[in-house]
């Protein structure tokens, strides 16, 4: 049996504000009441710990061995907390650029 699917309180809904796309409140939208919830976040790739653990499969030979020898550190990071979001169903289909999402 499938797994029922979560809810949204009325505190939840304030909290993600205007649609991230068209800025209109959540029910100012034409058409039916559906919308998307996104979570954006910003990352950025750490190169040095790219090439040391590149550096680390060229000498021991292989990836395999070296995601078991190596230190598993974190080849990207966030530079940005994530920021939660709603889209109209009617503004999915618009295409907003993703830097101008995360502003507030």
């Given at each position: 049996m499938a797994e029922e699917l979560k809810g949204m309180k009325q505190a939840e809904l304030v909290?993600?504000?205007?649609?991230?796309?068209?800025?209109?409140?959540?029910?100012?939208?034409?058409?039916?009441?559906?919308?998307?919830?996104v979570e954006i976040s910003r990352a950025m790739l750490d190169r040095r710990a790219i090439r040391r653990n590149a550096g680390l499969e060229m000498m021991l030979g292989s990836p395999a061995v070296a995601a078991v020898m190596g230190t598993d550190e974190d080849m990207a990071k966030f530079i940005c907390e994530p920021k939660?979001?709603?889209?109209?169903?009617r503004c999915a289909d618009k295409t907003p650029h993703l830097a101008m999402l995360l502003e507030d």
């Open positions: 909290a993600l504000g205007s649609c991230g796309v068209c800025h209109k409140k959540i029910g100012d939208s034409e058409g039916l009441p559906v919308f998307y919830v939660r979001m709603f889209v109209h169903d």
